[in-house]
C-alpha cells in the first residue's frame, strides 16, 4: 500500500507559479511511475505530467500538449517526494491537482486515470485572471 499526501496548492495569480509537493509513505516508491492529474469542476479527471517508471532507465518525464515547456515533474527518491513546478499559470488551470502511483511501467497508457492503484486527496489550485 502506498500512501500519497499532495500540499502546495493556493490562490495565484495568472502568469504566475507554484510547486505542488506529493508525499508518498507506505513502501518506497522507487519502482513507482509517479503522476500528476488534475480535475476541474464539472470535469473529468485530466492527465498532467508522469515520471515513468522504466526497467534500466530510472524515469522518463511526459507532459500533456497544454502544459508542455511551462511544468516541469521532478522526483526525491531519498525522500520518496514527487514535484510539480507549474509555471506561467493560466485561469483556465484552476483545478484540483492529484498525485498517483503505480508500480511499474504502465505503458502506452500512462495518462490514463485507470492504471493508476493509489491516489491523493488532491490540492486545490486556483489561479485568477
Known amino acids: 500500500q502506498v500512501q500519497l499526501v499532495e500540499s502546495g496548492g493556493g490562490l495565484v495569480q495568472a502568469g504566475g507559479s507554484l510547486i505542488l509537493s506529493c508525499a508518498a509513505s507506505?513502501?518506497?516508491?522507487?519502482?513507482?511511475?509517479m503522476a500528476w492529474f488534475r480535475q476541474a469542476p464539472g470535469k473529468g479527471r485530466e492527465f498532467v505530467s508522469v515520471?515513468?517508471?522504466?526497467?534500466?532507465?530510472?524515469?522518463?518525464?511526459h507532459y500533456a500538449d497544454a502544459v508542455k515547456g511551462r511544468f516541469i515533474i521532478s522526483r526525491d527518491s531519498a525522500k520518496d517526494m514527487v514535484y510539480l513546478q507549474m509555471n506561467r499559470l493560466k485561469p483556465e488551470e484552476t483545478a484540483k491537482y492529484y498525485c498517483?502511483?503505480?508500480?511499474?511501467?504502465?505503458?502506452?497508457?500512462?495518462?490514463?486515470?485507470?492504471?493508476?492503484?493509489?491516489w491523493g486527496q488532491g490540492t486545490q489550485v486556483t489561479v485568477s485572471s
Open positions: 507506505g513502501r518506497t516508491i522507487n519502482r513507482e511511475t
Open positions: 515520471l515513468r517508471w522504466s526497467e534500466g532507465i530510472t524515469f522518463i518525464p
Open positions: 498517483a502511483a503505480v508500480l511499474g511501467d504502465p505503458g502506452i497508457n500512462y495518462h490514463k486515470d485507470y492504471v493508476y492503484d493509489y
